[in-house]
Nanobody, 123 residues
């Protein structure tokens, strides 16, 4: 079965950096769009970034543009989210997701999800 396993979350100070990873198995990774979403306590799950199957197209939420970078290594079946200049409002559980179609910002189009990794940014 499809498994997406996030790792790399943790506690970081404001202005710091963190890279979270998502290792995929059980699917033809190079055929799937990958996305990152985040959910803070009491809030909805929000789009963060997405990357096409080839890595040639990337999309970002306005709130993270210029600070976060999504990338993928199809040889390792892994997608990454490099987060720089972190702010307290970036604190959330970060989820990776996979879907076979074109990259999108709507969580409902993603059929497979990881369990999430906590990112906490202290002020």
């Amino acid at each position: 079965q499809v498994q997406l396993v996030e790792s790399g979350g943790g506690l970081v100070q404001t202005g710091g950096s963190l890279r979270v990873s998502c290792a995929a198995s059980g699917l033809t990774f190079s055929s799937y769009t990958m996305g990152w979403f985040r959910q803070a306590p009491g809030k909805e799950r929000d789009f963060v970034a997405a990357i096409s199957w080839s890595g040639g197209d990337t999309y970002y939420a306005d709130s993270v543009k210029g600070r976060f970078t999504i990338s993928r290594d199809n040889a390792k079946n892994t997608v990454y989210l490099q987060m720089n200049s972190l702010k307290p409002e970036d604190t959330a559980v970060y989820y990776c997701a996979a879907e076979p179609g074109s990259p999108g910002r709507w969580a409902g189009q993603y059929g497979f999800w990881g369990q999430g990794t906590q990112v906490t940014v202290s002020s």
